[in-house]
């Protein structure tokens, strides 16, 4: 299979499994360590399925908090920079409950092939952090939410 193909599918078993809110899913997608960059330059790092499934159970939380029912992600373009290597350039469009549009922002990620299969193994979600801060909420500095 050729490695767009590959990254396009991993894309949208990403977005499907985020959909599902099937975490172990999107864990098994991802190379550990994850690295986000957020920002343009503040790095976190996820080093294992547990750390990215609570990482993501936070983020369901923020986008409860803030009406978003569900998330779209559209490859805008893959560009293969290695024969065993490709970026995914995404635009995300977070909607509500009645299907109109809260946020957006593009996301991109460096995807690799490995021996376990093709891996998201780094995100650049500066974007994102900009959106959901303009919600009232910087989604990467928030370590929990409160329902209170």
């Given at each position: 299979?050729?490695?767009?193909?590959?990254?396009?599918?991993?894309?949208?078993?990403?977005?499907?499994?985020i959909?599902?809110?099937?975490?172990?899913?999107i864990?098994?997608?991802?190379?550990?360590?994850f690295?986000?960059?957020?920002?343009?330059?503040?790095?976190?790092?996820?080093q294992?399925?547990?750390?990215m499934?609570?990482?993501l159970?936070?983020?369901r939380?923020?986008?409860?908090?803030?009406?978003?029912?569900?998330?779209?992600?559209?490859?805008?373009?893959?560009?293969?920079?290695?024969?065993?290597e490709?970026?995914a350039?995404?635009l995300?469009?977070?909607?509500?409950a009645?299907?109109?549009?809260?946020?957006?922002?593009r996301?991109?990620f460096?995807?690799?092939?490995?021996?376990q299969?093709?891996?998201?193994?780094?995100?650049?979600?500066?974007?994102?952090?900009?959106?959901?801060?303009?919600?009232?909420?910087?989604l990467y500095?928030a370590?929990?939410?409160?329902?209170?």
């Amino acid at each position: 299979m050729e490695l767009e193909t590959e990254v396009l599918k991993i894309i949208a078993d990403y977005e499907a499994a985020i959909f599902s809110k099937d975490n172990a899913v999107i864990a098994n997608l991802m190379s550990f360590p994850f690295e986000v960059i957020v920002k343009g330059r503040k790095k976190h790092y996820y080093q294992n399925q547990a750390q990215m499934m609570a990482r993501l159970e936070t983020f369901r939380a923020i986008h409860k908090k803030l009406g978003i029912a569900a998330i779209s992600r559209e490859v805008v373009k893959v560009h293969q920079t290695h024969a065993d290597e490709a970026l995914a350039f995404t635009l995300d469009t977070a909607r509500n409950a009645e299907g109109e549009v809260v946020t957006s922002w593009r996301t991109s990620f460096y995807v690799k092939r490995t021996p376990q299969g093709v891996k998201l193994v780094k995100a650049d979600s500066t974007d994102q952090n900009r959106a959901m801060t303009e919600l009232g909420f910087p989604l990467y500095e928030a370590k929990s939410v409160s329902f209170s």
